[in-house]
C-alpha cells in the first residue's frame, strides 16, 4: 500500500455491555477447564454459600471475555492489518478491555473528555490504562483523542491548557484534537459541527491565532516522546489494582509517584532480571521495584515472582495475595501460592527482608514510606506553602538526559521548592510557551538529589532539563540585597534569568537593587538603578466590535471602560463573540528609554486571547496567563498607537440566540449554562524593566 498509509484506525467500541456469543460456553471451556453452564445462575446474582465460588467463577467469566476481546477481535484484526502492510491503531479497550487488550495494538491509544469525574479533582475522564499498556508494550507513542466534549464552544486555548497540561503528567503524549468538522462553505460561522466537540475548525472564534495553542501542544510533545518515560514501580494487573488506579489519591493528588502496570501474563512471559536488579522488558522499559497489590494472584505467576526475587529483584507486597483467581484446581492452586508465599517470607515481622539476592518489603502501604525503606529517594517531590497539592509531572530519559515535564493546576501565581533524583548534572529550564531555554541558576545539590525553586504562572509548565554537567560548587542562587529572590512573593515580579548570546547569562530585573548570581563560592554583581514607574493605561479606549456571524454590522464604541462585556447593558455587546479592538494613545517619555531597557506591555485580566499592535504592529499574540508582551522595540518616543484584539467564544452570541447547531439530543446542551466572562479587563499598564549580562 505504500508508505502514505501506514494504519487501520479503529475507534471506541461503544455497544455498550457485550458478555455473550454463540461458541461462548465453548470456548470458556476449553479456556478455563470446566463447563460455565451450570454455573449461569452466579453470574445472574444467586448465591450458593456451601461452595464459595462465586468469586472465581465471575473472575473465570471476566477473564475468557477479555481474552476473546484481546485474541479474536483486536489479534485477527491486526493480523488482517499486517497482511496488508499496515499497523493496527486502536482506542478499543476503554468501554471493556485490559491493559492486554491495549497492548495488542500496534499504535495504542485512548480518549479523554473534558469533564471532571465523580469523586476526583482531576480536570478531565482519564483512562490510565492506555499509558501503561504503551509502556510495557514498548510503544513510545501515547495516543489520546483529546478535548472531546459533549458543549459547543465554550472552549479556549487557555481553558484547555491545564486539561491538556494533566494528560501529559498522566503520561499521554500525542494528542489528537477532537474534533475538527468539515462545513460548507456556504454556511454561516461558526458553520457545519458534529454534534460533540472540542470544535477545533475555522469555524471557531480563535481559529486565526490557534497556532500559538498547537505549537505549546508540539513542543511538549516532542519533548514527552523523547526516550523512555521513568517510574520507580511496576504493580502486576489485578482488580485490586484497578481499583487502586481509580482511587488512589496519588492520582487524584496530581503529583503521584512514578508507577506503571503490567498484566501478569507479560510478567510471566517476558519480565526479566536486569543486572543492576531492576526487572525490565526487552522494549527498555525498567523498574527497581516490582508491586502485588492484588489479594488474587496466579500460581504461576507468583512462582516466577518467587524467581525473579531470589535472583536479585526487589518486590513490595503492598497486600499479601491469599486467593486463586480461578476455579478450576482453586485448591491446589491455594496450596501453591502458600508455598510461593513461604520463599518470599511473607509472614515476618513488616518490613525489609532479605529473599536469596533479593530483597521482600511488607507491611508498608504508603509508596514513599516503602521507597525510603530501601533507600531510594522520590523521583520528585515539592515543597509550597499551599497546602492542597498543584503539581504534576511527567519524567523521560534519553541516554544521559533528563526531562521533568511540571505543571500547576492552580489558577493563581505559586512558587514551590522542586528536588528531583538526578545527580551531577545541571539543570536547564525550558519553557514549551514560549520555545525559550534557560540556565537555572538557583538550586541545591545534596546526595543524590538537586532542589531549585520555582515560580509558576498561573496554570503554568515548564520542563526541567538535566543535561549539562554540574559546574563545581553545590548550590548556587539568584540575590537582590542579600535576599533570596524566589523568596519573593509568588505575584511579585523581581528579576529572572535568561539565557544570552555565547552562554551568558541575562539579568532582567523589574525592580532596583544590587543583584548577585552566586555559584558556590564565586559571585557576580550587578546594579539596577531607580526604574520609571508603571503607566496605567485606562483609557479612553475607543472599540470598534466586529462580529464574526455573518448579517451582524460592526459598531463602535466610544470611551467604554475596561470591562466584562457580558455584564454591559448594550446586547450588542453582551452578547457579542468574535474580535473587538481596543484602541487608545499613549505617550512615551525619552527618559524611559536606554540601552538596556525593556519596556513590558501587561494586560491584566484578558477573555480570551488577545494580540498586541503598536504603531500598526503586531507584538505578539497572548493566550494565556500572564497576558505580557515585550514591546520594547515597537515603542517610539513620543506619541504612540495601541491596539489590542481581543477574541471571546462563541458561547455569549448563542445563549442569546438559542442557537442549537446540529440535530442531536446534545445539541442544546450549554444553552441553560451562564455568560461566559469576555473583554479586556486589565488594569493595562506599562511596565520598566531592565536587562543586564553577568
Same mark, same amino acid.
Given at each position: 500500500m505504500g508508505r502514505t498509509l501506514d494504519r487501520f484506525h479503529e475507534d471506541s467500541i461503544e455497544l455498550g455491555h457485550y458478555d455473550w456469543t454463540g461458541d461462548f460456553p465453548s470456548q470458556f471451556q476449553a479456556r478455563r477447564r470446566y463447563d460455565l453452564?451450570?454455573?449461569?445462575?452466579?453470574?445472574?446474582?444467586?448465591?450458593?454459600?456451601?461452595?464459595?465460588?462465586?468469586?472465581?467463577?465471575?473472575?473465570?467469566?471476566?477473564?475468557?471475555?477479555?481474552?476473546?476481546?484481546?485474541?479474536?477481535?483486536?489479534?485477527?484484526?491486526?493480523?488482517?492489518?499486517?497482511?496488508?502492510?499496515?499497523?493496527?491503531?486502536?482506542?478499543?479497550?476503554?468501554?471493556?478491555?485490559?491493559?492486554?487488550?491495549?497492548?495488542?495494538?500496534?499504535?495504542?491509544?485512548?480518549?479523554?473528555?473534558?469533564?471532571?469525574?465523580?469523586?476526583?479533582?482531576?480536570?478531565?475522564?482519564?483512562?490510565?490504562?492506555?499509558?501503561?499498556?504503551?509502556?510495557?508494550?514498548?510503544?513510545?507513542?501515547?495516543?489520546?483523542?483529546?478535548?472531546?466534549?459533549?458543549?459547543?464552544?465554550?472552549?479556549?486555548?487557555?481553558?484547555?491548557?491545564?486539561?491538556?497540561?494533566?494528560?501529559?503528567?498522566?503520561?499521554?503524549?500525542?494528542?489528537?484534537?477532537?474534533?475538527?468538522?468539515?462545513?460548507?462553505?456556504?454556511?454561516?460561522?461558526?458553520?457545519?459541527?458534529?454534534?460533540?466537540?472540542?470544535?477545533?475548525?475555522?469555524?471557531?472564534?480563535?481559529?486565526?491565532?490557534?497556532?500559538?495553542?498547537?505549537?505549546?501542544?508540539n513542543r511538549c510533545q516532542v519533548m514527552l516522546t523523547a526516550g523512555l518515560s521513568v517510574a520507580d514501580v511496576l504493580y502486576i494487573d489485578g482488580p485490586e489494582?484497578?481499583?487502586?488506579?481509580?482511587?488512589?489519591?496519588?492520582?487524584?493528588?496530581?503529583?503521584?509517584?512514578?508507577?506503571?502496570?503490567?498484566? *501478569?501474563? !507479560?510478567? +510471566? %512471559?517476558?519480565?526479566?532480571? @536486569? $543486572?543492576? &536488579?531492576?526487572?525490565?522488558?526487552?522494549?527498555?522499559?525498567?523498574?527497581?521495584?516490582?508491586?502485588?497489590?492484588?489479594?488474587?494472584?496466579?500460581?504461576?505467576?507468583?512462582?516466577?515472582?518467587?524467581?525473579?526475587?531470589?535472583?536479585? *529483584?526487589? !518486590?513490595? +507486597? %503492598?497486600?499479601?495475595?491469599? @486467593? $486463586?483467581? &480461578?476455579?478450576?484446581?482453586?485448591?491446589?492452586?491455594?496450596?501453591?501460592?502458600?508455598?510461593?508465599?513461604?520463599?518470599?517470607g511473607a509472614e515476618s515481622s513488616p518490613g525489609v527482608h532479605v529473599v536469596g539476592k533479593g530483597r521482600v518489603i511488607s507491611g508498608v502501604t504508603d509508596v514513599h514510606e516503602m521507597l525510603m525503606k530501601i533507600g531510594l529517594a522520590p523521583d520528585f517531590q515539592y515543597r509550597s506553602r499551599e497546602e492542597k497539592p498543584f503539581l504534576g509531572y511527567a519524567h523521560r530519559r534519553l541516554g544521559g538526559t533528563d526531562a521533568f515535564f511540571v505543571a500547576s493546576r492552580s489558577a493563581e501565581w505559586r512558587v514551590a521548592q522542586l528536588t528531583?533524583?538526578?545527580?551531577?548534572q545541571r539543570p536547564e529550564l525550558w519553557n514549551p510557551v514560549s520555545g525559550e531555554i534557560t540556565p537555572c541558576v538557583d538550586y541545591q545539590v545534596s546526595a543524590g538529589t538537586i532542589s531549585l525553586p520555582m515560580r509558576f504562572t498561573p496554570n503554568g509548565s515548564a520542563f526541567v532539563v538535566f543535561r549539562a554537567r554540574l559546574p563545581e560548587g553545590r548550590s548556587a542562587g539568584?540575590?537582590?540585597?542579600?535576599?533570596?529572590?524566589?523568596?519573593?512573593?509568588?505575584?511579585?515580579?523581581?528579576?529572572?534569568?535568561?539565557?544570552?548570546?555565547?552562554?551568558?547569562?541575562?539579568?532582567?530585573?523589574?525592580?532596583?537593587?544590587?543583584?548577585?548570581?552566586?555559584?558556590?563560592?564565586?559571585?557576580?554583581?550587578v546594579v539596577i538603578g531607580p526604574l520609571p514607574a508603571p503607566l496605567e493605561l485606562p483609557g479612553p479606549w475607543r472599540v470598534n466590535f466586529t462580529p464574526l456571524r455573518e448579517g451582524l454590522s460592526a459598531f463602535e464604541v466610544e470611551n467604554l471602560p475596561l470591562s466584562f462585556w457580558n455584564k454591559n447593558p448594550d446586547p450588542r455587546v453582551s452578547s457579542f463573540a468574535g474580535t473587538a479592538t481596543y484602541m487608545t494613545e499613549l505617550s512615551v517619555s525619552s527618559d524611559t528609554f536606554g540601552p538596556a531597557r525593556r519596556i513590558i506591555l501587561d494586560l491584566g485580566?484578558?477573555?480570551?486571547?488577545?494580540?498586541?499592535v503598536i504603531n500598526g504592529k503586531t507584538a505578539d499574540v497572548v493566550w494565556t496567563p500572564p497576558f505580557r508582551a515585550d514591546v520594547t522595540d515597537l515603542l517610539v518616543r513620543g506619541p504612540n498607537r495601541l491596539a489590542v484584539r481581543v477574541t471571546n467564544t462563541w458561547h455569549n452570541w448563542r445563549l442569546q440566540n438559542r442557537f442549537v447547531p446540529v440535530k442531536h439530543p446534545w445539541a442544546e446542551r450549554g444553552l441553560d449554562s451562564p455568560p461566559m466572562k469576555a473583554g479586556l479587563v486589565g488594569p493595562v499598564r506599562l511596565?520598566?524593566?531592565e536587562r543586564r549580562t553577568f
Open positions: 453452564i451450570p454455573w449461569i445462575p452466579i453470574l445472574a446474582g444467586s448465591r450458593f454459600a456451601s461452595l464459595n465460588a462465586e468469586a472465581q467463577i465471575e473472575h473465570d467469566f471476566r477473564l475468557t471475555i477479555d481474552e476473546l476481546l484481546t485474541e479474536e477481535h483486536y489479534g485477527r484484526i491486526r493480523e488482517l492489518c499486517h497482511q496488508h502492510g499496515v499497523g493496527l491503531q486502536t482506542e478499543g479497550g476503554d468501554v471493556r478491555g485490559s491493559i492486554a487488550t491495549k497492548g495488542r495494538a500496534d499504535f495504542v491509544m485512548g480518549e479523554f473528555w473534558n469533564h471532571k469525574p465523580a469523586g476526583s479533582d482531576l480536570r478531565a475522564a482519564f483512562n490510565p490504562n492506555t499509558v501503561f499498556a504503551a509502556h510495557v508494550y514498548g510503544q513510545n507513542i501515547v495516543a489520546f483523542e483529546a478535548f472531546t466534549t459533549a458543549a459547543h464552544w465554550e472552549e479556549f486555548p487557555a481553558m484547555l491548557k491545564p486539561i491538556a497540561d494533566e494528560a501529559f503528567c498522566l503520561g499521554a503524549n500525542h494528542l489528537m484534537l477532537h474534533g475538527y468538522s468539515a462545513s460548507r462553505l456556504e454556511t454561516p460561522k461558526p458553520g457545519d459541527v458534529y454534534f460533540a466537540g472540542t470544535h477545533f475548525d475555522p469555524g471557531v472564534t480563535w481559529w486565526n491565532h490557534a497556532d500559538r495553542f498547537f505549537a505549546y501542544l489494582t484497578q481499583a487502586m488506579i481509580q482511587k488512589d489519591a496519588a492520582l487524584t493528588q496530581t503529583a503521584r509517584s512514578g508507577y506503571d502496570v503490567a498484566p *501478569a501474563e !507479560l510478567i +510471566l %512471559r517476558r519480565a526479566k532480571l @536486569l $543486572a543492576d &536488579g531492576r526487572i525490565g522488558f526487552a522494549t527498555g522499559s525498567a523498574y527497581p521495584v516490582l508491586a502485588v497489590a492484588n489479594r488474587t494472584v496466579e500460581p504461576e505467576v507468583l512462582r516466577k515472582v518467587v524467581e525473579l526475587v531470589k535472583g536479585g *529483584a526487589t !518486590l513490595w +507486597l %503492598r497486600t499479601i495475595p491469599r @486467593l $486463586a483467581p &480461578g476455579w478450576a484446581d482453586h485448591q491446589r492452586s491455594l496450596r501453591s501460592i502458600e508455598e510461593s508465599l513461604t520463599d518470599l528531583f533524583r538526578v545527580e551531577g539568584l540575590f537582590r540585597d542579600d535576599r533570596v529572590v524566589s523568596e519573593a512573593e509568588p505575584s511579585d515580579d523581581v528579576a529572572e534569568i535568561r539565557g544570552g548570546g555565547n552562554g551568558s547569562l541575562q539579568l532582567q530585573a523589574w525592580k532596583a537593587g544590587t543583584y548577585s548570581l552566586r555559584v558556590g563560592e564565586a559571585s557576580r554583581k485580566e484578558v477573555h480570551d486571547l488577545a494580540e498586541i511596565i520598566w524593566t
